[in-house]
């Protein structure tokens, strides 16, 4: 059964850089087809989709994020990461990984999420 | 690109169907038939209900359909059970991005 589980600093100081990893398990993130992405929600909010990513390093942003938002992959390790650049009070939200199956599909496993607080 | 507009809320009684209206544009919803709709508990991530307009992932009741008619987007939940109540999100495809709804809040009285 696919896992994804998210990992990173809880809280992060304004004009600072957002930093998640993703550890996917169970599966192989180099799999054929499959992309993987960040969605987020800030808190009592619905549903923000941050970009995606597939094992090749192809990637697809928001474009209203777009200007700081990088996700990478790290094959070796099973796991693709988010940094999130000069953020404020406004990035407050619990990030979720997830993986689509294909491009464009919807997420069908998600990690459960990490509430990340951005404050001084 | 805005958000999806979906109701902020719905309700419905044990046994009853529901429908939640997710509207787009031609750009979004209308131009691709690659709609879905997700399920969130409270403090849970979301759970994929329907894809591709209406197709259900395996293991997903047959309670729950999926439509469209132009840019509009529909989910209908039938026999409403008390475990039903939760938020509900819409997403659409969009020129090589996501969009997502604003959700709806699933009563069950």
């Known amino acids: 059964q696919l896992q994804l589980q998210e990992s990173g600093p809880g809280l992060v100081k304004p004009s600072e850089t957002l930093s998640l990893t993703c550890t996917v398990s169970?599966?192989?993130?180099?799999?054929?087809?499959?992309?993987w992405g960040w969605i987020r929600q800030p808190p009592g909010k619905g549903l923000e989709w941050i970009g995606s990513?597939?094992?090749?390093?192809?990637?697809y942003y928001n474009p209203s994020l777009k200007s700081r938002v990088t996700i990478s992959v790290d094959t070796s390790k099973n796991q693709f990461s988010l940094k999130l650049s000069s953020v404020t009070a406004a990035d407050t939200a619990v990030y979720y990984c997830a993986r689509r199956w294909q491009w464009p599909s919807p997420f069908d496993y998600w990690g459960q999420g990490t509430l990340v607080t951005v404050s001084s | 690109q805005s958000a999806l507009t979906q109701p902020a809320s719905v309700s419905g009684s044990p046994g009853q169907s529901i429908t939640i209206s997710c509207t787009g544009t031609s750009s979004d919803v209308g131009g691709y038939n690659y709609v879905s709709w997700y399920q969130q508990h409270p403090g849970k991530a979301p759970k994929l209900m329907i894809y591709?307009?209406?197709n259900r992932p395996s293991g997903v009741s047959n309670r729950f359909s999926g439509s469209k008619s132009g840019n509009t987007a529909s989910l209908t939940i039938s026999g409403l059970q008390a475990e039903d109540e939760a938020d509900y999100y819409c997403?659409?495809?969009?020129?090589?991005?996501?969009?997502f709804g604003g959700g709806t809040k699933l009563t069950v009285l």
């Open positions: 997403s659409s495809y969009t020129s090589s991005s996501t969009l």
């Open positions: 169970g599966g192989s993130i180099s799999s054929s087809s499959y992309y």
């Open positions: 990513i597939y094992y090749s390093g192809s990637t």
């Open positions: 591709e307009v209406s």
